[in-house]
Structure formats: C-alpha cells, structure tokens
C-alpha cells in the first residue's frame, strides 16, 4: 500500500520541499535510504511572519502499541511543538489530515467513541482495534496549541466530508478554557453521492464524548469549501456551500459564504 502511494504521489502530487525548521529524518524523508530533503508526509506553508500551516498526515506512522501508540511518531510531535513554540509568525495553523473534534464512530480516529445498539454515539463500548495512546497524543497536541503564547489555537481538516465550526474548551481532563481551541472542517468539494459519513456509517460527524465543545455550525454533509483571511490580529473564516444538483461548476465562482465567524488573537 505505501509503494501504490508513492507512485501515485510521484504522479500527481508533490512531495513537501525542504524546511530549515523542520528536523532531518522525518518519517518518509529517506526514500530508499536517500535523504532528499523531502517529505512525503509532513511539511509546512508560509507566508512571512504573518502565518505558518503546519500540515501532517496521520495514517503513514499511526501503530498499534496500545497505551504509547501515536498517530504521529515522536519526532513529527516534537516537530509539531516546537513549531508551536518558536514561530515568529502571528498565526500557527494546525492542517492534520484526521480532524479534531468530531468522530463518526470509526477505529483509526483520535476518539474512542463507537455507535452502540442504538446508533448513538458511546465510550461504554471498547471500539476494536483502536488505540488508547492515539487520544493521548491528541490531548497532548491540543494543550499545546491552547498554551500558544497570543496565537489563535486553530485547527483546518477536510477529512469528515462536512462543513462544521466548534471551539474546543476541554479534552478530557485537560482544560483548553483560557484558549479554546478552534476547530474547522472545511468542506468537500468532490465527495461522490455515496460517499458520506451518513451515508456508509448511518451517522453524521459529532462531537466526541471525549470533549467539551461548542458547535457554531454542526457539521452539514454538503459539497463545499473553506476561505481563511489571516491578518496580524485576527483570522476571519468564510464556510461556502455548493449543491451538485442544482447548481453547475460555474456557479463555484460566484459563491457567497452561508458563514462567516472572526476570530482575534489573544
């Protein structure tokens, strides 16, 4: 499965160019034994010292090691918080590629929650195969974006095929209060019909029992998309809809968004 997703990536996608912040040797770095300076998995967009994204995906050093398991290894977390820490940019933007905040109930998600007889969300119910230390390192991950000195704590993934908005003020023991952290599903623009969380799990995206969250927008399963305007005070976040039945490829263009919430720096 790694070799069909490299020659994909080799194809149509591009690998992350080097960072002098970030470390050498990160997972997927040395194809075949070769540093390249490269990262297939991990990497970082910036604009000056006004925002710095720092983009993960989860699924290529996700294990099974129970209560130390991680989604992420130990460098990319050390990585990922020593951005958060000595970033000069104003904003330090969170782009995981597993969300925070919701869950639909499925194993390789941060969350323990699983549908029960009934359909509903449950942590009664041990959920197979998943792994106690991924919600450690979320819980980890979350108290360090809330302790970000006058950073908003913000949180963008597409991962849940839905447009949702929710502030996160506690991960379990945690409290994020002092500097909720914000989480955004930014929309799909090209799910198929059947592809849905609602549609093959029977649940939409929810909010896990795990958290205390306030949702702004509660997930819709509409195709659609995220603009973000960032200035040195503030990120203004635009959540626009699109109807595939209703509405043609040209309409994209003339969209205006259904909601639009401003944040400000601390």
Same mark, same amino acid.
């Given at each position: 499965?790694?070799?069909?997703?490299?020659?994909?990536?080799?194809?149509?996608?591009?690998?992350?160019?080097?960072?002098?912040?970030?470390?050498?040797?990160?997972?997927?770095?040395?194809?075949?034994?070769?540093?390249?300076?490269?990262?297939?998995?991990?990497?970082?967009?910036?604009?000056?010292?006004?925002?710095?994204?720092?983009?993960?995906?989860?699924?290529?050093?996700?294990?099974?090691?129970?209560?130390?398991?991680?989604?992420?290894?130990?460098? !990319?977390?050390?990585?990922?918080?020593?951005?958060?820490?000595?970033?000069?940019?104003?904003?330090?933007?969170?782009?995981?590629?597993?969300?925070?905040?919701?869950?639909?109930?499925?194993?390789?998600?941060?969350?323990?929650?699983?549908?029960?007889?009934?359909?509903?969300?449950?942590?009664?119910?041990?959920?197979?195969?998943?792994?106690?230390?991924?919600?450690?390192?979320?819980?980890?991950?979350?108290?360090?974006?809330?302790?970000?000195?006058?950073?908003?704590?913000?949180?963008?993934?597409?991962?849940?095929?839905?447009?949702?908005?929710?502030?996160? =003020?506690?991960?379990?023991?945690?409290?994020?209060?002092?500097?909720?952290?914000? =989480? !955004?599903?930014?929309?799909?623009?090209?799910?198929?019909?059947?592809?849905?969380?609602?549609?093959?799990?029977?649940?939409?995206?929810?909010?896990?029992?795990?958290?205390?969250?306030?949702?702004?927008?509660?997930?819709?399963?509409?195709?659609?998309?995220?603009?973000?305007?960032?200035?040195?005070?503030?990120?203004?976040?635009?959540?626009?809809?699109?109807?595939?039945?209703?509405?043609?490829?040209?309409?994209?263009?003339?969209?205006?968004?259904?909601?639009?919430?401003?944040?400000?720096?601390?």
């Amino acid at each position: 499965m790694k070799q069909m997703a490299r020659a994909t990536q080799s194809m149509y996608y591009p690998e992350f160019l080097s960072d002098a912040n970030r470390p050498q040797g990160l997972p997927g770095s040395a194809i075949l034994g070769r540093d390249q300076g490269v990262s297939e998995s991990f990497g970082t967009l910036r604009y000056g010292k006004l925002l710095e994204i720092l983009l993960y995906s989860v699924r290529p050093t996700m294990n099974m090691a129970g209560p130390s398991a991680v989604f992420v290894e130990d460098t !990319v977390e050390a990585w990922l918080k020593d951005r958060m820490s000595n970033s000069h940019a104003a904003h330090v933007v969170h782009a995981p590629s597993n969300p925070q905040g919701w869950t639909a109930g499925k194993w390789g998600e941060w969350y323990p929650d699983v549908l029960d007889k009934n359909g509903k969300l449950s942590l009664d119910i041990k959920k197979p195969y998943w792994q106690k230390g991924w919600l450690s390192q979320h819980d980890r991950l979350l108290a360090a974006m809330s302790k970000m000195n006058h950073k908003l704590p913000l949180s963008m993934s597409g991962d849940l095929h839905a447009l949702g908005l929710g502030r996160i =003020s506690k991960s379990g023991e945690i409290d994020l209060s002092s500097n909720p952290v914000i =989480s !955004v599903l930014t929309g799909p623009i090209g799910t198929r019909p059947g592809g849905w969380p609602s549609g093959a799990r029977k649940i939409g995206a929810q909010p896990s029992l795990h958290l205390t969250m306030e949702e702004m927008i509660k997930p819709i399963e509409n195709h659609g998309f995220t603009l973000a305007e960032f200035t040195e005070d503030a990120v203004e976040i635009k959540l626009f809809k699109w109807d595939r039945n209703s509405q043609s490829v040209d309409d994209i263009e003339t969209l205006q968004p259904f909601h639009t919430q401003k944040f400000l720096r601390t």
